[in-house]
């Protein structure tokens, strides 16, 4: 028997409420995020930036507090980022200028580059999705085009499909949990249609094909964790019993992005047509869903106010990472997380730092911010008209800052220039400008951006990164207004809110050194102005 849930209806079992009604924000990681991936223990989350100019390295953050382990750079920027199933390797997905698809793996422990695969979808275009099979021996890459093709991990071999599915059309790929079946768009039987395959993985035969419910297919399939329901993104969530094929119920709503909890009970997606007030593009409120029943649960928009571009469940407890204004963690405080699955090998063991976090390890921090080694600074202005960033990356050498600065400007019928300057701050001014963020007044809480309804689409966001012997004192701020009030602050994993415009104030004073006119004159250029 079918059924359907509606937007409002909250009827779900006691022990899922329960659960849900325990989930809370627990800490922040202050880091714009294009892709990210779990470990498989669910330990550590690892991003890729998405501030248009660092695209092209990946930061592994231990959960559990926040830290930053380390930064695993590419020569090209990440498009797709899959963590394998043992936990020792990290693939991602980009292609180079030649447009040729390029998949490399890296070592999760010491961060070096161990296989680099390419050539396999010669002049086709970047790579969109990236999944390792469940025994870690194929990757499954998917191609612009949605074209699939499915690699042996140990050598970058293409494996070809008695079907030739690995040369159709797919949007959507998922294996199964014990990995004898994966799922596509099926490219032979109602593919116009949006209807479903399920194929086996080893010969590529069809095995079964499950109805369509509607032809507005979007591209995500996941399994539940136990193999037994199959969610997929149409217009809505529709989902099938994965053993008879059958449709079992759909969630309406305007949602994408569905994930499944580690112990497939709760589904969380995103609903980018539903919410009050300026919601920017490519966000969309946060709805928790009884994956039994398909009724709604919670929606964490509604109290917290808070908008995602992209949630994902931890495949171990009820972690639940939601990427806004940074990732924030949302789990049930003090949560024991085992996982039978997981593996044993602890994948960042060593790494993490002994740390306590109180206000007066704060207070430490601002006061020896003038003992910086580096400043990063990333200013990011997306209007109506055009876009901009600017990028310094400075590191003290010899009594002054020293380092490149790299200018983007984009604009109407896709004018697009670029420029990179040496830089050069006098360490007297570094220090002033240190001076000034030291005296910012710091309270605890969870950062907000405040943003203003002006009828148009506008996205601002400064991140000020000071390196202090081995630590990262992060200053942020997504808030509209002159002053980008107000600015967040993340030290040792805590979140940290700043009501003060002290930070502007501060990178103001470094402003006759970041050749601000060098930005201006790409926005007289891409605008078409003399």
Same mark, same amino acid.
């Given at each position: ?29 202050? &880091? ?8 498989? %223990? ?17 930061e592994l ?23 394998s ?11 180079n ?44 890459? &998917?191609?612009?085009g ?7 991990? &140990?050598?970058?071999?293409?494996r070809?499909? %008695? ?22 768009t ?13 194929y086996d ?10 109805p369509?419910?509607?032809s ?13 329901? #199959? ?40 609903d980018r ?11 969309g ?8 029943t ?8 509604a ?24 990732? &924030?963690?949302?789990?049930?405080r003090?949560?024991v997380?085992?996982?039978k ?56 050498v ?15 019928e896709?004018?697009h ?15 002033d400008?240190l ?13 907000e951006?405040?943003?203003? %309804? ?5 996205y ?22 002159? %002053?980008?009030t ?15 415009? #002290?930070p ?27």
């Amino acid at each position: 028997m079918l059924a359907s849930a509606g937007r409002n209806h909250f009827l779900v079992s006691g022990e899922v409420a329960q659960l849900i009604s325990q989930l809370e924000p627990l800490r922040t990681i202050t &880091t714009q995020v294009s892709s990210m991936t779990w470990s498989p %223990d669910g330990r550590a989350l690892a991003t890729v930036a998405s501030d248009g100019l660092r695209s092209d390295a990946v930061e592994l953050w231990d959960v559990e507090t926040g830290v930053r382990i380390r930064q695993i750079a590419s020569e090209r920027p990440i498009s797709a980022l899959a963590w394998s199933p043992d936990g020792s390797t990290l693939a991602t997905a980009s292609d180079n200028s030649d447009n040729n698809s390029i998949v490399e793996l890296f070592n999760v422990e010491t961060g070096e580059k161990s296989e680099t695969f390419r050539g396999f979808a010669p002049e086709v275009g970047r790579p969109t999705n990236l999944q390792w099979s469940p025994d870690g021996s194929t990757l499954a890459v &998917t191609v612009a085009g949605n074209q699939l093709r499915l690699l042996d991990a &140990t050598n970058g071999e293409e494996r070809y499909l %008695d079907t030739g599915l690995s040369h159709r059309f797919v949007n959507g790929l998922a294996w199964s949990p014990d990995g004898r079946l994966f799922a596509s768009t099926d490219a032979e039987v109602e593919y116009s249609t949006g209807a479903l395959g399920l194929y086996d993985s080893a010969t590529g035969e069809l095995v079964r094909s499950l109805p369509s419910v509607s032809s507005d297919y979007r591209g995500s399939i996941l399994w539940s964790p136990d193999g037994s329901i #199959i969610a997929v993104e149409l217009s809505n969530i529709a989902l099938y019993d994965a053993s008879t094929g059958e449709h079992k119920l759909t969630i309406h709503g305007n949602l994408s992005n569905v994930t499944w909890s580690s112990d497939g009970r709760i589904l969380a997606t995103i609903d980018r047509g539903q919410g009050s007030g300026f919601i920017p593009q490519g966000y969309g409120t946060i709805r928790l869903w009884d994956a039994a029943t398909g009724s709604e649960v919670r929606n964490l928009s509604a109290n917290e106010d808070i908008v995602s571009s992209y949630v994902s469940w931890s495949p171990v407890g009820h972690t639940l990472a939601i990427v806004s204004a940074g990732v &924030t963690f949302w789990g049930v405080r003090n949560e024991v997380q085992v996982s039978k699955n997981a593996p044993t090998r602890t994948v960042i063991s060593s790494q993490l730092p002994a740390l306590t976090h109180s206000e007066t390890e704060v207070e430490v921090a601002l006061t020896r911010l003038e003992e910086a080694t580096s400043v990063r600074i990333m200013d990011k202005n997306d209007l109506p008209t055009r876009d901009t960033y600017a990028y310094y990356e400075l590191a003290r050498v010899a009594g002054q800052f020293t380092g490149k600065g790299k200018f983007e400007a984009y604009g109407e019928e896709y004018r697009h220039v670029s420029a990179e300057e040496d830089i050069s701050i006098p360490i007297s001014a570094v220090q002033d400008f240190l001076n000034i963020l030291s005296t910012a007044p710091v309270e605890e809480g969870v950062y907000e951006p405040k943003v203003v %309804d002006i009828g148009e689409f506008t996205y601002s966001h400064i991140r000020i990164e000071i390196q202090v012997d081995r630590k990262t004192i992060l200053f942020h701020s997504a808030s509209d207004g002159e %002053d980008r009030t107000p600015w967040g602050m993340n030290i040792g994993g805590e979140s940290y809110i700043i009501n003060s415009a #002290i930070p502007t104030h501060a990178l103001r004073s470094l402003n006759p050194y970041l050749k601000q006119d060098v930005l201006d004159r790409m926005v007289h250029e891409v605008q078409g102005q003399k």
